[in-house]
């Protein structure tokens, strides 16, 4: 069984940074591509960002491409997705989730993933 949760959401100013973590937990032996997605009300998930086991191929979609950098600690079970120059657009739920894959395999579509974390609030004012 594996659980991810999610950490470091909360309200900034149009323009600043946050930063994300997802820890893994329970099945750590194993090798999990990763991604982060996000909800606004109202709206279908959205990919933002994912990234291989390996850390070595990563994938942004053109919203987020050039502000949005994420990355993964695996000695910590950890993914991180650094956000700059945020918007009030970039308000939503945000989730990560993890696949069991291959180490240089990126999955870049919410019905790959298997496991899914409870969300965090990412609010941008104006």
């Known amino acids: 069984q594996v659980q991810l949760v999610e950490n470091g959401g909360g309200l900034v100013q149009a323009g600043g940074s946050l930063r994300l973590s997802c820890a893994l937990s329970g099945r750590t032996d194993r090798t999990y591509a990763m991604g982060w997605f996000r909800q606004a009300p109202g709206k279908d998930r959205e990919f933002v960002a994912a990234?291989?086991?390996?850390?070595?191929?990563?994938y942004y979609p053109d919203s987020v491409q050039g502000r949005f950098t994420i990355r993964r600690d695996n000695a910590k079970d950890t993914m991180y997705l650094q956000m700059n120059r945020l918007k009030p657009g970039d308000t939503a739920v945000y989730y990560c989730a993890a696949v069991e894959a291959h180490p240089e395999l990126i999955a870049g579509t919410a019905d790959q993933y298997t496991h899914w974390g409870q969300g965090t609030q990412v609010t941008v004012s104006t």
């Open positions: 990234i291989s086991w390996n850390g070595r191929n990563t």
